[in-house]
Nanobody, 124 residues
Framework: QVQLVESGGGPVQAGDSLRLSCVLS????????MAWFRQAPDEERDFVSG????????LYSDSVKGRFTISRDNSKNTVYLQKNNLTPGDTATYFC?????????????????WGQGTQVTVSS
């Protein structure tokens, strides 16, 4: 059974940087495309960024493009989300997701495996 565990969240100030990590267990990460979603209170869960199994393609939402960078280290079964120049609008619970596919997509319904989430709170 594939399990995903996120870490790296916490309270930060506007303009700070933060790196989230997601470790996949119960499988080998090379079989999965990975993504990050986020959900603010009383809002829907939205796509943030995704990466193919070998890292040759990445996707970003318009709201984070140029500030966030997704990467992965398959030797560690880990995907990262480097977040720079954070704003209060980035406050949310961030979820890691895995898709058993060679392609990366943005649809929440396509991802079959989810982590429990890690909270990021950005204060002004």
């Amino acid at each position: 059974q594939v399990q995903l565990v996120e870490s790296g969240g916490g309270p930060v100030q506007a303009g700070d940087s933060l790196r989230l990590s997601c470790v996949l267990s119960g499988g080998t990460s090379v079989s999965y495309s990975m993504a990050w979603f986020r959900q603010a209170p009383d809002e829907e869960r939205d796509f943030v960024s995704g990466i193919t199994w070998n890292g040759d393609r990445t996707l970003y939402s318009d709201s984070v493009k140029g500030r966030f960078t997704i990467s992965r280290d398959n030797s560690k079964n880990t995907v990262y989300l480097q977040k720079n120049n954070l704003t209060p609008g980035d406050t949310a619970t961030y979820f890691c997701a895995a898709l058993y596919s060679v392609v990366v997509v943005t649809g929440i319904e396509d991802y079959g495996y989810w982590g429990q989430g890690t909270q990021v709170t950005v204060s002004s």
